[in-house]
């Protein structure tokens, strides 16, 4: 079945420590690629995609996602998480037929 | 950068009654917008699809004529839940999109809390 796969539903990291969130996808092609970040209470702000081309992607806020064709992997990175990052962080597919779907989220919680 | 706004960013209704929910795009024009809802805890749902001027696609599962969808500019779409009822309550976010392609990035709406009681 098609799917968007979060495995982690709650993280906790220590600020300064690294980051890494899990998203892997299960679609016959490779979809567009998202990774979006909600505070409580608010809308969704991007922080990077993916179409083609380097598979390592930049984004806002010092994060990186790295796809992995091999692995239907987009797994999201940080080398230092700031306490502003606590959030909840949501991977996302974009579909041909111009459909997004979301995987379930993954807590972020950082401890001082 | 693109900015999208709701209103109301909550509201509270009696059951029976009916809510109309506004998604504007302020600084492009959406030619697509899609309407999600959010349960506590959980990711999105996608109820529907609108481009303007056209009639709303709706996923699988969602009542059209329980959640009314009108997207009649390009900068403005409504999504009206009819005779709302306690399961209705729920967290709405809408998002848009400049094009059609299914890699233009999607900008969300800072949500709606809807509470029906």
């Known amino acids: 079945a098609q799917s968007v796969t979060q495995p982690d539903i709650h993280i906790t990291v220590s600020e300064g420590a690294s980051l890494e969130l899990r998203c892997n996808y299960s679609?016959?092609?490779?979809?567009?690629l998202f990774w979006y970040v909600q505070s409580p209470g608010q809308g969704l702000q991007l922080l990077l995609k993916y179409f083609s081309g380097d598979t390592l992607v930049q984004g806002i806020k010092g994060f990186e996602a790295e796809f992995k064709r091999s692995q239907s992997s987009f797994n999201l990175r940080k080398p230092s998480v700031h306490w502003s990052d606590a959030a909840e962080y949501f991977c996302?597919?974009?579909?041909?037929?111009?459909?997004?779907?979301f995987g379930a989220g993954t807590r972020l919680t950082v401890k001082p | 950068g693109a900015v999208v706004s709701q209103h109301p960013s909550r509201v509270i209704c009696k059951s029976g009654t009916s809510v109309k929910i506004e998604c504007r795009s302020l600084d492009f024009q959406a030619t697509t917008m899609f309407w999600y809802r959010q349960f506590p805890k959980q990711s999105l749902m996608l109820m529907a699809t609108?481009?303007?001027?056209?009639?709303?696609?709706?996923e699988q599962g969602v009542e059209k004529d329980k959640f009314l969808i009108n997207h009649a500019s390009l900068t403005l779409s409504t999504l009206t839940v009819t005779s709302a009822h306690p399961e209705d309550s729920s967290f709405y976010i809408c998002?848009?999109?400049?094009?059609?392609?299914?890699?233009?990035?999607?900008?969300f709406g800072p949500g709606t809390r809807l509470l029906v009681l």
């Open positions: 996302a597919v974009g579909l041909r037929n111009n459909d997004m779907r």
């Open positions: 609108s481009n303007e001027g056209s009639k709303a696609t709706y």
């Open positions: 679609y016959g092609a490779t979809p567009y």
């Open positions: 998002s848009a999109r400049s094009g059609l392609a299914a890699q233009e990035t999607q900008y």
